[in-house]
């Protein structure tokens, strides 16, 4: 494949900050990325937030209809300001993520959003890896591979995503496909942003800690940091994953300290379970990439900064965009799943062999065309 055979794909991502939906475009054949393009986010109005919110946790249900509404009214709202749209890559939104349990679910209706944009959608993205045994996430790393192969990386780097949770993908780029043994090791790191927000909105009413200003006037308080590195899940081999409030925990520890301080101390929480993934990489990274709204909050990064050995930067440092890349990456999946190439791998999600996960919906009007 080539650029003459590339897909112009739009991808959409609604995470677990619940704040909005990321949509972006990617022109592709599912291996190289040829070019980025037009992005746009569509925030959800505290209304829609507190409904997703409500949904959390709560599939399978039967109450989950206003939810999905929320998610595919946005959705539609804000891919179809895009135009010469070929394929559309949607995550939907994740309401519980136990692969072990109950599974992996995310909401939204791929097939009714075909529909209303009249653009094949692929979807469901997780739950084929799931059904062979993988985690289900993270599943950005085979797009941080071809980023990383775009750059012409000599070294082994990581990028690390600090959105509502942190993940983290090792890449060797010598190795010329992701699939192949080696080449990756992904896993979520902990959590990051989500526990940190809801300490906002419960002590200060506010949805974050802008820029760490409450952080930076904090002091961090060894005792609760050393009870939370104490947690099983950083010992634990990746690949792994977590839910959006697997570690509750977390809250409980900073309940009696200071607004400043539990800022301070839930902050160096996330940049310390990073430096407890990075142990994990096969050789250390040289550079950290930095993806995510974690990049804009300089507390965390220098936390990180003194934490590593490695140069930690935004990914902006080299020509990517750190808002877009998670919804850039569903594109280019979509586009893979539509190729029949794997989007998971034992190294990222510990399924048994690599996976193309994702389900293709064409719109009715194709559909009824074909049919005719
Ligand atoms: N200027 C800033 N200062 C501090 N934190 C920030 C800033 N901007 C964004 N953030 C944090 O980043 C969060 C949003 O990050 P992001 O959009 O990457 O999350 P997400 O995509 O929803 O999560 P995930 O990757 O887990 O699905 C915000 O909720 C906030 O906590
Ligand atoms: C189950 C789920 O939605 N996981 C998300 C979440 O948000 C960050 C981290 O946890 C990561 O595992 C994943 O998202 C990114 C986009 C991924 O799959 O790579």
């Not at 099983?232 to 977590?242: H, N, R, V």
Request: charged share 20%.
């Amino acid at each position: 494949m080539g650029r003459a055979q590339a897909i112009r794909a739009l991808g959409a991502m609604s995470g677990t900050s619940l704040d909005g939906v990321d949509a972006a475009m990617v022109l592709t054949d599912g291996e190289t990325v040829f070019e980025t393009g037009q992005s746009a986010y569509r925030a959800y109005s505290p209304e829609e937030t507190a409904t997703l919110r409500a949904a959390l946790g709560r599939w399978p249900g039967d109450e989950l209809e206003a939810a999905a509404r929320v998610i595919h009214d946005a959705h539609v709202d804000v891919l179809s300001r895009f135009d010469d749209v070929h394929l559309v890559g949607f995550h939907g939104q994740t309401l519980a993520h136990e692969p072990r349990g109950r599974g992996t679910h995310q909401l939204g209706d791929g097939a009714a959003l075909a529909d209303a944009l009249g653009v094949p959608v692929v979807w469901d993205f997780r739950s084929a890896d799931v059904r062979l045994g993988g985690e289900g996430a993270p599943l950005a790393p085979f797009y941080h591979f071809a980023c990383a192969r775009s750059l012409e990386a000599r070294e082994p780097l990581a990028f690390l995503n600090l959105g509502g949770v942190g993940n983290l993908t090792w890449i060797d780029p010598s190795k010329d496909r992701p699939e192949v043994d080696s080449a990756l090791l992904a896993f979520d790191t902990g959590p990051a942003n989500a526990p940190l927000n809801d300490l906002m909105t419960e002590r200060r009413g506010i949805p974050f800690d802008a820029d760490g200003t409450l952080a930076a006037t904090g002091t961090v308080v060894d005792g609760a940091l050393e009870l939370f590195l104490d947690e099983g899940y950083f010992l634990k081999m990746p690949p792994k994953s977590l839910d959006r409030d697997d570690f509750s925990l977390m809250l409980d520890l900073v309940r009696e300290l200071s607004d400043a301080d539990a800022a301070a101390t839930m902050t160096a929480m996330v940049a310390a379970a990073v430096m407890r993934g990075i142990e994990h990489c096969p050789v250390p990274p040289a550079r950290l990439l930095v993806t995510g709204g974690g990049r804009k909050n300089p507390v965390m990064m220098a936390m990180l900064a003194a934490g590593l050995d490695c140069a930690v930067e935004p990914v902006e440092a080299v020509g990517l965009d750190g808002d877009m890349l998670e919804a850039q990456a569903f594109a280019f999946l979509a586009v893979r799943v539509m190729r029949g190439l794997p989007t998971s791998c034992p190294g990222t999600t510990g399924v048994r062999a690599a996976v193309g996960g994702g389900e293709v919906s064409r719109p009715a009007s194709s559909r009824a065309v074909r049919l005719g």
